[in-house]
């Protein structure tokens, strides 16, 4: 298995701007999560679905935020307008079970200018 | 609310010089508690689940203890390519099923 793949690794963007990041989840996990890490806050969970369901987007800081899972492999994160205080690494992760843990991607480098 | 508070925020070994990573924990109810490994410009990587107080894991030259309060990582004669940031999460029972929390980490540098 190519484990979880993350498009783009870096992301330069004016602010204002829409970006929109992408995972793919090994195939068979149930579980989808989207992190972000910076160094003030460490690791933040933003959103995470089950079979394809949001089930806890309590992380999401903003309206400006919103993120789509239309099938079990592929899901975004859209921030829309972007400011800089978003510049941070986004990180995906999916599971298939507790025992397991997470399998992250590795990461989406996102700063804006 | 959930919490996770690692000490130290850094640490700097000799090769071979044993040590211990701390991970105290705040949780309604623990559903499980993780260690996670990452390199610079990676994800985290999975290395350990804890359940209850008193279990013990152990992988190559890292073994993780859990107690009701903490969790501790030691590392045994370490090698330069232990160095890296080690991240505690715990998982309880009010966050909703699969919900990880994160400390901050501890970056270990291991020096030949």
């Known amino acids: 298995d190519a484990g979880v793949i993350q498009s783009p690794r870096h992301e330069v963007t004016e602010m204002g701007q829409e970006v929109t990041l992408r995972c793919k989840p090994i195939?068979?996990?149930?579980?989808l999560f989207w992190y972000r890490q910076t160094m003030m806050r460490g690791l933040e969970l933003l959103i995470y679905f089950n079979n394809n369901v949001p089930i806890d987007d309590s992380g999401m800081p903003e309206d400006r935020f919103s993120a789509k899972m239309p099938n079990a492999s592929f899901s975004t994160l859209k921030i829309q307008p972007s400011e800089p205080r978003d510049s941070a690494v986004y990180f995906c992760a999916s599971s298939q079970d507790r025992d397991y843990g997470y399998t992250f991607g590795s990461g989406t480098r996102l700063t804006v200018v | 609310e959930d919490q996770v508070t690692q000490s130290p925020e850094a640490l700097r070994l000799q090769e071979g010089e044993s040590s211990s990573l701390n991970c105290s924990y705040t949780?309604?109810?623990?559903?499980?508690l993780f260690w996670y490994r990452q390199d610079p410009g990676k994800g985290p990587e999975f290395l350990f689940t804890?359940?209850?107080a008193g279990e013990e894991k152990e992988k190559e030259r890292l073994k993780a203890t859990l107690t009701k309060k903490e969790s501790f990582l030691h590392i045994t004669a370490p090698k330069p390519e232990d160095s890296a940031t080690y991240l505690c999460?715990?998982?309880?029972?009010?966050?909703?099923?699969?919900?990880?929390?994160f400390g901050a980490g501890t970056r270990l540098a291991v020096h030949p």
């Open positions: 949780v309604s109810g623990l559903r499980g």
């Open positions: 804890l359940y209850s």
């Open positions: 999460a715990v998982q309880g029972f009010s966050g909703g099923y699969n919900k990880l929390i």
């Open positions: 195939s068979g996990h149930d579980y």
